[in-house]
């Protein structure tokens, strides 16, 4: 199994350019997560998906969009892209509220 | 909302000590995750814990759910230990985590 499978791994945008982060994942999950890791913070919740067609803000969603089509694609949408935006983006899904979650490799997106 | 805190935030070990990471909580909570950060930087799961205690080789977690108080140990310290621990507070009600900062470990050999 794939597990949870984020694109790119690395990224350098100019300030100003949008981008879309990739999120999939092949467990059947219902649960999905963006957390942005800065350093020497814990992980922020960005948005959250509880199933296909629901999201919801995290912690910290201004700048972002996300959108869940599908119960296995939870994309990460930066429309302007902000210096301070720049950060280590993780995906996550679990199979329901109270469970483990499953960690992408993460992003590492430098913005210019 | 809820405070998440860890200490140490770094610590260093000689290959065979007992390790302790503690983590504390300022809210009421459902469960307690603590998960590992490799130095490539993927995050797994260690453990998912609501009271008591669990075991998993040679990482142990408890949780004092009077005290909003929870420790990962680990017996028997090896180089490979070598991550960031990071817990996080699953409150009763709520689908998000809040997370500590992580206590970074290097174990010596």
């Known amino acids: 199994n794939a597990g949870v499978t984020q694109t790119p791994k690395f990224r350098i945008l100019k300030i100003g350019q949008s981008m879309t982060l990739q999120c999939a994942q092949d467990?059947?999950?219902?649960?999905m997560y963006w957390y942005r890791q800065d350093p020497g913070m814990g992980l922020k919740l960005i948005y959250y998906?509880?199933?296909?067609?629901?999201?919801d803000k995290g912690e910290v969603p201004n700048g972002y969009n996300v959108s869940r089509s599908t119960t296995e694609d939870f994309p990460l949408r930066l429309e302007l892209a902000a210096p301070s935006q720049t950060s280590v983006y993780f995906c996550?899904?679990?199979?329901?509220?109270?469970?483990?979650?499953?960690f992408g490799d993460g992003t590492r997106l430098s913005i210019l | 909302k809820n405070e998440v805190e860890q200490s140490p935030q770094n610590l260093t070990a000689q290959e065979g000590e007992f390790i302790t990471i503690n983590c504390s909580y300022s809210?009421?909570?459902?469960?307690l995750h603590w998960l590992q950060q490799h130095p490539g930087g993927g995050i797994v799961s260690l453990f998912m814990?609501?009271?008591g205690k669990k075991k998993h080789g040679r990482l142990i977690a408890t949780i004092n759910i009077q005290e909003k108080h929870s420790s990962l140990h680990i017996t028997a310290s090896h180089p490979r230990d070598s991550a960031v621990y990071i817990c996080?507070?699953?409150?009763?009600?709520?689908?998000?985590?809040?997370f500590g900062k992580g206590t970074k470990l290097t174990v010596n050999p």
């Open positions: 996550a899904s679990s199979n329901r509220y109270g469970q483990p979650q499953h």
């Open positions: 814990l609501s009271s």
């Open positions: 809210v009421g909570i459902s469960a």
């Open positions: 998906s509880v199933g296909a067609g629901i999201t």
């Open positions: 467990m059947n999950h219902n649960y």
């Open positions: 996080a507070a699953e409150e009763g009600g709520s689908e998000k985590l809040v």
